[in-house]
């Protein structure tokens, strides 16, 4: 079966032409801050879960001890497939079932660093994440993706990458990802780039496929 291509979608600041382009959020389109505090935006669109995980894979590869992840979105919109991804990419072993923490809140996989799965939709204050140890873990050497992670705005780093995932049909998801802070952005770009470079080889893998039938 043929995949359907990832669709990356653009929005550019609107800088002195000595700038280079810079993805950014929309909603800093005309800010006055310096660039490095401006966040960046890319959106993919998926078409299937197996593409979504593979976005999430695809980032999993870039994260790097210290790297946090902080996801949004309305429940059911697979923020947990998203993350089984990026497990994967980040050393996780495929053996390993990357779920929901369910009760206990956070989970911990061995991968290229210590991999911390943290899902807040049952906390019940930001007293409960303090008493968990979460400030610790997110300043740790670990990797860290959270979801719900707009529950714990306070705890958060300032320089940090958010994925918000958007439910637009029943198998397609709008997955938005902002970069805040020079690491952050460098990581978003090798993301698109990566993203980019996979779909135009399966597009001429394809090709030449047809061709040679």
Known sequence: ?????????FQYSNVPSFHPP??????FQYSTLPLF????????QTRSTSETIRIGERLGTLLLPGDVIALTGELGTGKTHFIKGVAWGAGVSKSSVVSSPSFTLVHEYAGRAPFYHIDL????SGEEAEALGLEEVLEGEGIA???????IPSLLPNEILRIQIHYTGKNTRSIEISAKGDRYKKLMKSLEFGVRSSENHKKNT???SEEGD
């Open 121 to 124: 939709y049952r906390l019940e």
């Open 206 to 208: 394809a090709l030449l």
């Open 1 to 9: 079966m043929c995949l359907s291509p990832i669709v990356p979608i």
């Open 37 to 44: 505090l401006v966040l960046m935006n890319v959106v993919f």
């Open 145 to 151: 993706a959270i979801e719900w992670a707009d529950r």
């Open 22 to 27: 810079v993805v950014v959020n929309p909603l």
